[in-house]
Protein backbone atom coordinates (compact mmCIF):
# COMPACT_ATOMS: atom_id res chain seq x y z
CA UNK A 1 0.00 0.00 0.00
CA UNK A 2 1.22 3.29 -0.71
CA UNK A 3 1.95 5.86 2.31
CA UNK A 4 1.86 9.65 2.46
CA UNK A 5 0.52 9.97 -0.97
CA UNK A 6 -1.15 13.10 0.19
CA UNK A 7 -2.88 14.85 3.03
CA UNK A 8 -6.48 15.19 3.86
CA UNK A 9 -9.06 12.99 5.59
CA UNK A 10 -7.71 9.61 7.33
CA UNK A 11 -8.13 6.80 4.83
CA UNK A 12 -11.74 4.71 6.01
CA UNK A 13 -10.45 1.00 7.04
CA UNK A 14 -14.02 -0.10 5.74
CA UNK A 15 -13.10 1.46 2.17
CA UNK A 16 -10.40 0.05 2.01
CA UNK A 17 -11.65 -3.87 2.95
CA UNK A 18 -14.47 -3.60 0.69
CA UNK A 19 -11.56 -2.89 -1.81
CA UNK A 20 -9.23 -5.66 -1.15
CA UNK A 21 -12.70 -8.22 -0.73
CA UNK A 22 -13.58 -7.02 -4.51
CA UNK A 23 -10.33 -7.55 -6.01
CA UNK A 24 -10.10 -10.60 -4.13
CA UNK A 25 -13.48 -11.68 -4.85
CA UNK A 26 -12.77 -10.85 -8.67
CA UNK A 27 -9.26 -12.34 -8.81
CA UNK A 28 -10.65 -15.89 -7.53
CA UNK A 29 -13.40 -15.45 -10.21
CA UNK A 30 -11.43 -13.89 -13.16
CA UNK A 31 -7.86 -14.28 -12.58
CA UNK A 32 -5.47 -11.38 -12.68
CA UNK A 33 -5.54 -10.55 -16.81
CA UNK A 34 -9.84 -10.47 -16.61
CA UNK A 35 -10.00 -8.44 -13.37
CA UNK A 36 -9.36 -4.31 -13.89
CA UNK A 37 -9.11 -1.99 -12.06
CA UNK A 38 -13.15 -0.24 -12.82
CA UNK A 39 -14.14 -3.96 -11.96
CA UNK A 40 -12.96 -3.85 -8.38
CA UNK A 41 -14.25 0.01 -8.10
CA UNK A 42 -17.37 -0.96 -9.16
CA UNK A 43 -17.69 -4.42 -7.01
CA UNK A 44 -16.62 -2.32 -4.09
CA UNK A 45 -18.76 0.69 -4.36
CA UNK A 46 -16.05 3.01 -4.74
CA UNK A 47 -14.59 5.71 -7.52
CA UNK A 48 -11.78 4.67 -9.17
CA UNK A 49 -9.49 7.36 -7.80
CA UNK A 50 -10.31 5.64 -4.23
CA UNK A 51 -8.02 2.72 -5.77
CA UNK A 52 -5.14 4.66 -7.07
CA UNK A 53 -4.67 6.62 -4.23
CA UNK A 54 -4.07 3.42 -2.15
CA UNK A 55 -2.03 1.37 -4.47
CA UNK A 56 0.12 2.37 -7.37
CA UNK A 57 -0.87 -0.53 -9.78
CA UNK A 58 -3.39 -3.78 -10.24
CA UNK A 59 -0.95 -6.07 -9.44
CA UNK A 60 0.13 -4.24 -5.96
CA UNK A 61 -3.73 -4.16 -5.18
CA UNK A 62 -4.17 -8.05 -5.60
CA UNK A 63 -1.08 -8.64 -4.02
CA UNK A 64 -2.82 -6.98 -1.09
CA UNK A 65 -6.26 -8.61 -1.55
CA UNK A 66 -3.53 -11.83 -1.39
CA UNK A 67 -2.16 -11.21 2.07
CA UNK A 68 -5.23 -9.57 3.53
CA UNK A 69 -6.68 -13.13 3.01
CA UNK A 70 -3.86 -15.37 3.58
CA UNK A 71 -4.03 -12.85 7.27
CA UNK A 72 -7.28 -14.57 8.05
CA UNK A 73 -5.13 -18.11 8.36
CA UNK A 74 -4.17 -19.65 11.20
CA UNK A 75 -0.92 -17.82 12.15
CA UNK A 76 3.05 -19.84 11.99
CA UNK A 77 3.68 -18.62 15.30
CA UNK A 78 0.51 -20.74 16.88
CA UNK A 79 2.45 -23.70 15.16
CA UNK A 80 5.39 -23.55 17.44
CA UNK A 81 3.38 -24.70 20.69
CA UNK A 82 5.12 -28.19 20.98
CA UNK A 83 6.00 -30.72 18.46
CA UNK A 84 2.83 -33.04 18.27
CA UNK A 85 0.30 -30.35 18.80
CA UNK A 86 2.29 -28.40 16.25
CA UNK A 87 1.85 -31.22 13.61
CA UNK A 88 -1.49 -31.87 14.40
CA UNK A 89 -2.02 -27.44 13.76
CA UNK A 90 -0.11 -27.87 10.63
CA UNK A 91 -2.55 -30.77 9.64
CA UNK A 92 -6.01 -29.33 10.90
CA UNK A 93 -4.78 -25.74 8.73
CA UNK A 94 -3.86 -27.38 5.73
CA UNK A 95 -7.14 -29.48 5.55
CA UNK A 96 -9.21 -26.33 6.26
CA UNK A 97 -7.27 -24.41 3.72
CA UNK A 98 -7.48 -27.12 0.98
CA UNK A 99 -11.18 -27.99 1.86
CA UNK A 100 -12.06 -24.18 1.48
CA UNK A 101 -13.35 -23.57 -2.14
CA UNK A 102 -12.64 -19.80 -1.84
CA UNK A 103 -8.67 -20.53 -1.56
CA UNK A 104 -8.29 -23.38 -3.69
CA UNK A 105 -10.02 -20.67 -6.29
CA UNK A 106 -7.02 -18.68 -4.75
CA UNK A 107 -4.67 -21.42 -4.97
CA UNK A 108 -5.80 -21.82 -8.67
CA UNK A 109 -5.41 -18.45 -9.62
CA UNK A 110 -1.91 -17.76 -8.25
CA UNK A 111 -0.74 -20.71 -10.24
CA UNK A 112 -2.32 -19.89 -13.45
CA UNK A 113 -1.18 -16.21 -13.04
CA UNK A 114 2.50 -17.10 -12.09
CA UNK A 115 4.07 -16.67 -15.36
CA UNK A 116 2.09 -13.07 -16.19
CA UNK A 117 2.22 -11.75 -12.87
CA UNK A 118 4.80 -13.14 -10.99
CA UNK A 119 4.68 -11.01 -8.10
CA UNK A 120 1.23 -12.66 -6.51
CA UNK A 121 2.34 -15.87 -6.15
CA UNK A 122 5.85 -14.72 -4.81
CA UNK A 123 4.00 -12.71 -2.10
CA UNK A 124 1.45 -15.79 -1.56
CA UNK A 125 4.92 -17.46 -1.10
CA UNK A 126 6.73 -15.23 1.02
CA UNK A 127 4.11 -14.33 3.34
CA UNK A 128 1.93 -17.49 3.52
CA UNK A 129 3.62 -20.75 2.01
CA UNK A 130 7.05 -20.10 2.72
CA UNK A 131 7.07 -19.81 6.52
CA UNK A 132 4.77 -23.14 6.87
CA UNK A 133 6.89 -25.14 4.69
CA UNK A 134 9.77 -23.80 6.99
CA UNK A 135 7.93 -24.97 10.15
CA UNK A 136 6.44 -28.25 7.92
CA UNK A 137 10.30 -29.09 7.22
CA UNK A 138 11.12 -28.31 10.76
CA UNK A 139 8.75 -31.30 11.65
CA UNK A 140 9.97 -33.71 9.37
CA UNK A 141 12.29 -36.40 11.55
CA UNK A 142 15.84 -38.07 10.23
CA UNK A 143 14.68 -36.63 6.60
CA UNK A 144 17.90 -35.79 4.38
CA UNK A 145 16.03 -34.31 1.33
CA UNK A 146 13.45 -32.23 3.36
CA UNK A 147 12.61 -30.05 0.03
CA UNK A 148 12.07 -33.57 -1.84
CA UNK A 149 9.72 -34.85 0.62
CA UNK A 150 8.03 -31.36 1.39
CA UNK A 151 7.34 -31.10 -2.23
CA UNK A 152 6.21 -34.58 -3.07
CA UNK A 153 3.91 -34.19 -0.05
CA UNK A 154 2.68 -30.52 -1.01
CA UNK A 155 2.45 -31.23 -4.37
CA UNK A 156 0.70 -34.38 -4.58
CA UNK A 157 -2.14 -33.09 -1.92
CA UNK A 158 -2.65 -29.78 -4.19
CA UNK A 159 -3.00 -32.46 -7.33
CA UNK A 160 -5.76 -34.64 -4.95
CA UNK A 161 -7.65 -31.34 -4.13
CA UNK A 162 -7.41 -28.98 -7.65
CA UNK A 163 -7.59 -31.58 -10.26
CA UNK A 164 -9.38 -34.19 -9.21
CA UNK A 165 -13.54 -33.51 -9.37
CA UNK A 166 -14.09 -34.70 -5.39
CA UNK A 167 -14.81 -31.86 -3.11
CA UNK A 168 -13.58 -33.20 0.31
CA UNK A 169 -14.17 -32.26 3.72
CA UNK A 170 -11.04 -30.68 5.70
CA UNK A 171 -11.87 -34.17 7.89
CA UNK A 172 -11.10 -36.20 4.36
CA UNK A 173 -8.20 -33.94 3.22
CA UNK A 174 -6.75 -34.70 6.96
CA UNK A 175 -7.22 -38.64 6.54
CA UNK A 176 -5.58 -38.27 3.04
CA UNK A 177 -2.86 -35.84 4.86
CA UNK A 178 -2.23 -38.84 6.82
CA UNK A 179 -2.05 -41.45 4.92
CA UNK A 180 -0.03 -40.36 2.00
CA UNK A 181 2.79 -39.68 5.37
CA UNK A 182 2.86 -42.64 6.75
CA UNK A 183 2.85 -44.54 2.92
CA UNK A 184 5.84 -42.43 1.99
CA UNK A 185 7.20 -43.55 4.97
CA UNK A 186 7.95 -40.14 6.15
CA UNK A 187 8.53 -40.06 10.23
CA UNK A 188 6.69 -36.77 12.43
Known amino acids: ?11 DPQVDEAILEAAL ?16 AKRAGVGKLS ?24 DVQLWQSGERLAIDLVLDAVSATLADPR ?17 LLAT ?23 ELTLDMLI ?7 MVHPDD ?3 AEIRAYLVTLVDRMGVEI
Open 168 to 170: LTA
Open 1 to 11: MTEGRGRGRPR
Open 155 to 161: GTAFYRV
Open 103 to 119: MRGLLGQLIGSSQTHPS
Open 25 to 40: DLFIEKGAQATSLEQI
Open 51 to 74: LYRRWESKEELLAAAIENARSRTP
Open 124 to 146: YWKHYLGPRRELAGALLKGDDDR
